[in-house]
C-alpha cells in the first residue's frame, strides 16, 4: 500500500509540473494573441488610408501595387467585386434547399449546390470596402 500511496504522489508531482508548463504556455499564446490583434487593427487602420487614396479617379485603375522594400505586391479588390468569406448555418441551407425544390422541376446536386452558392453570394458581395491581399514569395518573408 505504502508503495502505491507514493507512487501516486510521484505521479501527482509531475503532472502539477506539466499543469504549470502548460499555464505558462498558455499565458505566453494569450498575450502574443493580444498583441497581433492590436496589430491587425493598426494595419485595418492603413488599409482605410489607403482606400482614401484608392477611392479618387486618378487611382481607378490600380488594381495591384508593388512594395519596392521587399518585393511583394498587394492586391486591391475595389468595392462590389470580391465577396466575403462564408459559412451558412443549418437553417439557412435547409431554407436554400427547400426553396430550390419548390422552384425547380428537374432538381439534382449540382443545381441545388449552385443555387445555394448563388443566393448566399449575394448577401455576401461587399460594396463598400476595398480589400487588400498581399502576396509575397516565401524568400520575401524568410528575409524579413
Same mark, same amino acid.
Given at each position: 500500500?505504502?508503495? +502505491?500511496? !507514493?507512487?501516486?504522489?510521484?505521479?501527482?508531482?509531475?503532472?502539477? /509540473?506539466?499543469?504549470?508548463?502548460?499555464?505558462?504556455? =498558455?499565458?505566453?499564446?494569450?498575450l502574443?494573441? *493580444?498583441? $497581433?490583434?492590436?496589430?491587425?487593427?493598426?494595419?485595418?487602420?492603413?488599409?482605410?488610408?489607403?482606400?482614401?487614396?484608392?477611392?479618387?479617379?486618378?487611382?481607378?485603375?490600380?488594381? +495591384?501595387?508593388? !512594395?519596392? *522594400?521587399?518585393?511583394?505586391?498587394?492586391?486591391?479588390?475595389?468595392?462590389?467585386?470580391w465577396?466575403?468569406?462564408?459559412?451558412?448555418?443549418?437553417n439557412d441551407?435547409?431554407?436554400?434547399?427547400?426553396?430550390?425544390?419548390?422552384?425547380?422541376?428537374?432538381?439534382? /446536386?449540382?443545381?441545388?449546390?449552385?443555387?445555394?452558392? =448563388? !443566393?448566399? *453570394?449575394n448577401?455576401?458581395?461587399?460594396?463598400? !470596402?476595398?480589400?487588400?491581399?498581399? $502576396?509575397?514569395?516565401?524568400?520575401? $518573408?524568410?528575409?524579413?
Amino acid at each position: 500500500m505504502f508503495i +502505491k500511496v !507514493n507512487f501516486y504522489i510521484k505521479e501527482m508531482s509531475e503532472i502539477k /509540473a506539466l499543469v504549470e508548463k502548460y499555464c505558462d504556455l =498558455d499565458d505566453y499564446i494569450r498575450l502574443r494573441n *493580444k498583441e $497581433v490583434s492590436e496589430l491587425r487593427e493598426q494595419r485595418k487602420i492603413l488599409e482605410l488610408e489607403i482606400s482614401d487614396y484608392m477611392k479618387s479617379a486618378e487611382y481607378s485603375g490600380v488594381g +495591384k501595387i508593388r !512594395n519596392t *522594400k521587399d518585393g511583394s505586391i498587394i492586391k486591391i479588390q475595389r468595392p462590389g467585386t470580391w465577396s466575403k468569406a462564408w459559412h451558412i448555418s443549418k437553417n439557412d441551407l435547409k431554407f436554400h434547399i427547400e426553396e430550390y425544390f419548390k422552384t425547380t422541376r428537374s432538381p439534382n /446536386a449540382e443545381g441545388c449546390f449552385q443555387y445555394v452558392i =448563388d !443566393n448566399q *453570394k449575394n448577401d455576401l458581395v461587399d460594396h463598400t !470596402n476595398f480589400s487588400y491581399t498581399r $502576396v509575397s514569395t516565401d524568400e520575401n $518573408v524568410e528575409n524579413k
